[in-house]
């Protein structure tokens, strides 16, 4: 597979990623989420692999995804959907 649109394949992944999550910490882990994330898209060539890749990397510095499920599990490979959006503060400069 071939992947032409970068923003299209980083929404399927962050689909593929909540809904893993969904299902608890056990699949809200980088590796199950880029297992299925193969599984679902089709046979991947090495700069395909490297494409989901960096879609995945873009979760986490866009500020959608953060590492850790739990204070029990609060690092990587376990992540979680970003709930938390500060408010912009009035009047900065």
């Known amino acids: ?3 032409d649109d970068a923003e299209e394949l980083t929404d399927r992944l962050r689909k593929i990623a909540i809904d893993c ?3 608890g910490p056990g699949y809200a ?20 692999e490297q494409m989901i890749l960096e879609a ?3 979760l986490f510095t866009d500020g959608e995804l ?10 990587s490979p376990f992540f979680h959907q970003v709930a938390y959006q500060p408010a912009a503060t009035e009047g900065a400069n």
């Open 29 to 48: 882990q980088e590796g199950v989420v880029l297992r299925e994330a193969r599984n679902a898209l089709g046979p991947c060539s090495l700069h395909d």
């Open 1 to 3: 597979m071939n992947f």
């Open 21 to 23: 999550s969904s299902k």
């Open 66 to 75: 953060a590492w850790g499920y739990n204070l029990d599990n609060p690092g």
């Open 56 to 58: 995945w990397h873009s």
